[in-house]
Nanobody
Framework: QVQLVESGGGSVQAGGSLRLSCAVSGFTYSMYCMGWFRQAPGKEREGVAAITTSGGVTYYSDSVKGRFTISRDNAKDTLYLQMNSLQPEDTAMYYC????????????????????WGQGTQVTVSS
C-alpha cells in the first residue's frame, strides 16, 4: 500500500523558513521521481518542485526558484522541501506526490503524471 505522509508545515512570518518532509512507504522509493505541489484557497494546484530518482536533477517553478530546495534521502525513504524567504503568497496546502511510472520524470510538474498524493501540510505565511 503506497503511502505518502507530509509534515513540517506551520505558520511563519514573511522572510522565515520551513522544511517540509514527506515520508513514503509501500514502494521502492529510489525508482520514482517525486514532486511537491501546492494549492491555495480558490486557486489551481501548482507544481513547485520535482526531483529525479537519484536527486541529481531538480526542477523549480519560477515562483519558488532561488528560495526553495527539493532534496531526497533514498536511504530514509523521505522527500524534503526547504523553503526560505517565505512570502505571504506562498501560503497554501503543500502536497508531495509520486510519479505514476518508475523512472519517468517528465513533464516535471504536470499533475496528471503523478498517481499518489499525500494528505498535505498547511503552510501559512503572515506579513
Amino acid at each position: 500500500q503506497v503511502q505518502l505522509v507530509e509534515s513540517g508545515g506551520g505558520s511563519v512570518q514573511a522572510g522565515g523558513s520551513l522544511r517540509l518532509s514527506c515520508a513514503v512507504s509501500g514502494f521502492t522509493y529510489s525508482m520514482y521521481c517525486m514532486g511537491w505541489f501546492r494549492q491555495a484557497p480558490g486557486k489551481e494546484r501548482e507544481g513547485v518542485a520535482a526531483i529525479t530518482t537519484s536527486g541529481g536533477v531538480t526542477y523549480y517553478s519560477d515562483s519558488v526558484k532561488g528560495r526553495f530546495t527539493i532534496s531526497r534521502d533514498n536511504a530514509k525513504d523521505t522527500l524534503y522541501l526547504q523553503m526560505n524567504s517565505l512570502q505571504p503568497e506562498d501560503t497554501a496546502m503543500y502536497y508531495c506526490a509520486r510519479r505514476t511510472d518508475a523512472w519517468q520524470c517528465g513533464p516535471w510538474v504536470a499533475s496528471e503524471g503523478y498517481k499518489y498524493w499525500g494528505q498535505g501540510t498547511q503552510v501559512t505565511v503572515s506579513s
